[in-house]
């Protein structure tokens, strides 16, 4: 409230957990819904761990929550346990589905938005931030977007080409 934005920039944004958890999956990464569901039962006490996830993977989830998400190795120890992620019920129903549908931003943002995409994101896929520009658009919110061919997820937000022109932007 006391600091005035000049504009908000939104790198790969998460906008609709359900459409991105669809995505991993198809992607071969669902071993990344775990994270959201725990993130999710961590902040809202009507999402439960128990409704998201078989019985035999609570222990690992627990665990797994208070890894560095900057090693790898522990990780994968875990979903060797299940020959890959842990087996998950549909996240997209029950009081997680619900939550996940209460968290789409769909508020106009008064600063200026930029919002950038890499093509080739299979964290955040391209075609969940289009629906969201396109669906922002639709609501008469006025953006830039930006896409990158061939840009990952970590490549985009790593990617010091971008620097200058965030700057003139801004």
């Not at 093509?119 to 396109?134: C, E, H, K, N, R």
């Not at 977007?145 to 080409?161: E, Q, R, V």
Request: glycine share 8%; charged share 20%; aromatic share 12%.
């Amino acid at each position: 409230p006391d600091v005035k934005l000049m504009g908000v920039v939104a790198f790969a944004p998460v906008t609709d957990e359900s459409k991105s958890m669809k995505l991993w999956n198809s992607f071969g990464v669902a071993q990344d819904n775990w994270w959201l569901a725990f993130a999710y039962s961590s902040f809202y006490p009507d999402v439960k761990l128990e409704e998201s996830f078989d019985s035999r993977a609570l222990d690992s989830v627990r665990r797994m929550s208070k890894f560095c998400a900057i090693d790898p190795a522990p990780f994968a120890e875990e979903f060797a346990k299940f020959g890959g992620a842990p087996p998950l019920a549909d996240l997209t129903k029950g009081a997680l589905g619900k939550r996940m549908e209460e968290n789409i931003p769909t508020a106009a943002i008064a600063s200026p938005l930029l919002v950038v995409q890499g093509l080739s994101d299979d964290i955040i896929g391209p075609s969940v931030t289009d629906g969201y520009v396109q669906g922002r658009c639709a609501a008469g919110q006025t953006l830039d977007y930006w896409i990158f061919p061939g840009a990952t997820h970590g490549s985009l937000l790593l990617n010091s080409s971008l620097y200058r022109p965030l700057m003139e932007w801004t």
